[in-house]
């Protein structure tokens, strides 16, 4: 039999950048993944083609906002198939482009599904391949609520990014960044579109007042936005799927919608894989155990990405990975970010990074908060878009920053510079003094740490 010197099982954000990292360090790399290319679900079924569709319907909502601006477009025309042309055209070029990344690395790459024999083997396509060194980089799946109807109208992410229809009627059942972000597509392309969540607010976990210009938005472009709100019970019927809900000051407790959207999450592919027969240890959630190297119980096993634990982010993935990678070549590199970014890609975009206001209010960490209204941003103004937030959140005393949160058009675009400034310890004067260029949105950072500090051109504080 023979034995690989490195398996890679995954070809996602985390697996595909650990294969490449470590046949550039000259190791032995097989990769196992059930797509043709790597690339993962994130750019086959989930980051990448959401944002493709996302810059689809933003480009629907300015062609309507342009009529305040004194230019006229008329009502737009859509042609199914070539949006999800677009959308399947970029996915098969990134796709590709990988492909060929990968052969030019001379990485073996065996399109199938792996399953663990043992601590040192596992079997694929019905062949057993032995291993020195093995990364999990498996990924997770969307989960699903127990009892409902299986039915072809009620979609997860992945059914509705196909994109093989555009309903009359859409519930979004998941008030996080998935369910908003897919949701606010199929209401720029004429679906109406009601939220349901359980909690008493969008994006739990994200802090109120970023979420604050994002729900406002929401509540003139969506049918409906049901807080504190549950599904009850669902039904197929023959003009749809009929939802009962349980909650307070309900005007219709039961509605009839064409699909169904569920978005509530995501679960790790641990199961089924062959794991307890590795001896790999499975924590919480089902998530595999690992350390700050990202090994598992298994020594020589590394597990990373969304398998590994939260945040199930691709960019945390692609960060493990490297770790790992280093690990394996006798490198003393540990996983331990003091920030990592999360955005949500609805418009506008939120961002954030670091600490908290919520999270300091709940741990009782105490804290100093700068804000800058993008009302006094000039790039915001000639945008027509004043209705963002850009704040600082600093340590008392010494002004060190410990987490940004930014909501406004291309958040997720700046907040790498909050992300950067937490990682490398810098301060809120060494945000001010950094010289940002004008007119952009950028420099609502220096002034958010401006306001941190006393002193802000645009704003007059007695």
Not at 6 to 12: A, M, Q, T
Not at 53 to 74: D, Q, T, Y
Not at 287 to 301: A, C, G, K, Y
Not at 311 to 336: C, D, N, Q, W, Y
């Amino acid at each position: 039999m023979e034995t690989k010197q490195l398996l890679v099982i995954g070809g996602g954000p985390g697996g595909y950048p650990a294969a490449f990292l470590a046949a550039d360090m000259g190791m032995q790399v097989t990769m196992i993944d059930q797509e043709p290319n790597p690339g993962g679900v994130c750019l086959y079924r989930g980051c990448i083609p959401s944002k493709a569709l996302l810059h689809i319907a933003r480009i629907i909502h300015e062609s309507r906002e342009a009529k305040k601006w004194g230019v006229s477009f008329g009502e737009p025309a859509l042609d199914l198939d070539k949006i999800r042309g677009f959308k399947e055209g970029v996915v098969a070029k990134l796709t590709g482009g990988l492909g060929q990344l990968r052969s030019r690395r001379k990485i073996d790459f065996i399109q199938g599904r792996a399953t663990f024999d043992s601590a040192s083997t596992l079997t694929v396509n019905g062949k057993q391949i032995s291993f020195t060194n093995a990364i999990v980089a498996t990924g997770s799946r969307p989960a699903a609520i127990p009892g409902l109807p299986n039915s072809p109208r009620i979609w997860d992410s992945t059914g509705a990014l196909n994109l093989e229809m555009i309903p009359k009627t859409l519930l979004v059942v998941g008030g996080g960044y998935i369910g908003l972000e897919l949701g606010s597509v199929y209401a720029a392309l004429g679906t109406k579109v009601t939220v349901v969540e359980m909690m008493p607010a969008l994006l739990p976990g994200a802090d109120p007042d970023l979420v604050k210009p994002l729900a406002q938005k929401l509540q003139k472009e969506f049918a409906a936005i049901l807080l504190g709100t549950k599904v009850a019970e669902m039904k197929e019927q023959e003009d749809g799927i009929s939802v009962r809900f349980e909650g307070e000051n309900l005007k219709e407790p039961t509605q009839v919608f064409d699909r169904v959207l569920v978005s509530v999450g995501r679960k790790p592919n641990s199961s089924d894989i062959g794991l307890e027969s590795a001896g790999i240890r499975l924590g919480t959630k089902g998530f595999i155990e690992v350390d700050p190297q990202r090994r598992t119980s298994v020594q020589h096993v590394f597990a990373i990405g969304d398998v590994a634990g939260e945040p199930m982010l691709a960019h945390k993935a692609t960060h493990e990975g490297r770790v790992a990678v280093e690990a394996i070549s006798g490198k003393k590199s540990v996983f331990e970010p003091r920030a990592i970014p999360a955005v949500v890609f609805t418009d506008p975009e939120i961002a954030w990074c670091g600490l908290t206001e919520a999270e300091a209010k709940k741990d009782g960490i105490e804290v100093q908060v700068g804000r800058f209204p993008w009302a006094a941003s000039g790039r915001a103004t000639t945008l027509d878009r004043h209705d963002g937030i850009t704040k600082l959140i600093c340590e008392p005393g010494t002004g060190r920053v410990l987490g940004l949160g930014i909501a406004g058009p291309g958040a997720g675009d700046m907040i790498a510079e909050g992300a950067l400034a937490i990682e490398m310890g810098a301060t809120a004067e060494d945000l001010a003094l950094t010289i940002h260029p004008h007119p952009t949105l950028s420099e609502t950072v220096m002034e958010a740490a401006e306001v941190f500090l006393g002193h802000c051109t645009h704003i007059y504080r007695k």
